[in-house]
Nanobody, 125 residues
Framework: VQLQASGGGLAQAGGSLRLRCVAS????????MGWFRQAPGKEREFVAA????????YYADSVKGRFTVSRDNAEYTVSLQMDNLKPEDTAIYHC???????????????????WGQGTEVTVSS
């Protein structure tokens, strides 16, 4: 599975950005796709995830109510709509995927096998 992320950029606090991730190759209807981020000097952290099959979504507490992960109409394309951005959202955002797995491990980066290149998000105050 290959992942291509796009959509990062610069935004002001309170603004919005939309990230997209396109999966190709040996994809599956059972695929789970997640977003993780890593800020300078910090460890990588879970942001959001979605199960392709039933569109179930999962969020980190820090982004709940501000970010929305969704499936796009295009095959195996996932979007992360980021609203009410805060300076602490500044990070490199990575799209990740796994072909299947149990729900309890959706937030664990180690349980994702496929990773795309990062896309940088910078939020100014």
């Amino acid at each position: 599975v290959q992942l291509q992320a796009s959509g990062g950029g610069l935004a002001q606090a309170g603004g919005s950005l939309r990230l997209r991730c396109v999966a190709s190759g040996r994809t599956s209807r059972t695929i789970h796709m997640g977003w993780f981020r890593q800020a300078p000097g910090k460890e990588r952290e879970f942001v959001a995830a979605i199960k392709w099959s039933d569109r179930s979504t999962y969020y980190a507490d820090s982004v709940k109510g501000r970010f929305t992960v969704s499936r796009d109409n295009a095959e195996y394309t996932v979007s992360l709509q980021m609203d009410n951005l805060k300076p602490e959202d500044t990070a490199i955002y990575h799209c990740a995927a796994r072909l299947t797995g149990i729900t309890s491990t959706l937030r664990d980066a180690n349980m994702y096998y496929y990773w795309g290149q990062g896309t940088e998000v910078t939020v100014s105050s």
